[in-house]
């Protein structure tokens, strides 16, 4: 039972840590230092669990482990954020076809009010696109989880969706919060009627869309311009 709570333990530290981590990616645009001491003071741990969760975390790319000078956290390039949405269309396709299929009703209802408040127009112009952009975050996050694909949850998370749509403001810079929405919209209805291969078919266009409107925008500017 001890060995057991130690590792239920060191998992809610890693994923705090892996949470820290990934607030402080939205926040630089190079290579920064990270110090082992001073995420364990944040979390209120000690050292052991924060060095290995660090650890754990560098075999995803996030952090560069240097002997001797701590870890660098390094954030996400523009050759990374195209290869991402290449794989984000097959991940999301894959996530909302076992989604449809193995979520209730009440599920589905939940997914829908995520979306709810900026179906009002009145409501809608009191939110801005940051909030949108959470809403968003919060429907593919509630997308993997419906899927019970433990695997693929950890794929998700360990590339950090949530990061680099929030830290990149895609939604913003490409002005498509009427279409994403609409498309989300789309999305639950092919849940709703449980049709599994269109809300897939639906959810690889939705995430295409992006991929095909940022190489426009590539054509006519560098991705630095763009997406700084």
């Known amino acids: 039972m001890k060995v057991s709570n130690k590792k239920t333990s060191n998992q809610i530290i890693f994923d705090n840590v892996n949470e820290l981590l990934h607030s402080m990616m939205q926040e630089i645009t190079e290579p920064t230092r990270v110090r082992e001491e001073e995420l364990a003071e944040q979390l209120g741990v000690s050292r052991t669990p924060v060095r290995e969760a ?10 560069s482990l240097r002997p001797g000078k701590g ?32 979520a209730s009703q009440r599920d589905i209802e939940r997914l829908r009010n995520i979306f709810l408040p900026y179906l009002n127009e009145e409501t809608n112009k009191n939110l801005d696109d940051a ?25 998700w998370h360990s590339f950090g969706h949530r990061i680099i749509s929030h830290k990149r403001k895609t939604i ?27 809300a897939e078919k639906l959810a690889r266009q ?23």
């Open 54 to 63: 660090l650890i754990r975390l560098e075999s995803t790319g996030m952090i």
């Open 71 to 102: 870890a660098l956290l390094i954030p996400v390039t523009d050759e990374e954020y195209y290869e991402w949405l290449q794989i984000r269309e097959v991940l999301e396709g894959f996530a909302i076809h076992e989604a449809t299929l193995n």
């Open 131 to 155: 909030a949108y952009a959470q809403s968003n975050v919060d429907f593919h996050k509630e997308i993997m989880s419906l899927a019970g694909n433990q695997l693929l949850e950890k794929i």
């Open 172 to 198: 913003k810079k490409l002005h498509r919060r009427e279409d994403s929405l609409k498309e989300h919209m789309q999305m639950i209805e092919a849940m709703d009627n449980r049709n599994a291969d269109l």
């Open 206 to 228: 939705h995430v295409r869309q992006i991929r095909i409107a940022l190489q426009n925008l590539k054509n006519q500017s560098t991705l630095l311009d763009i997406l700084k």
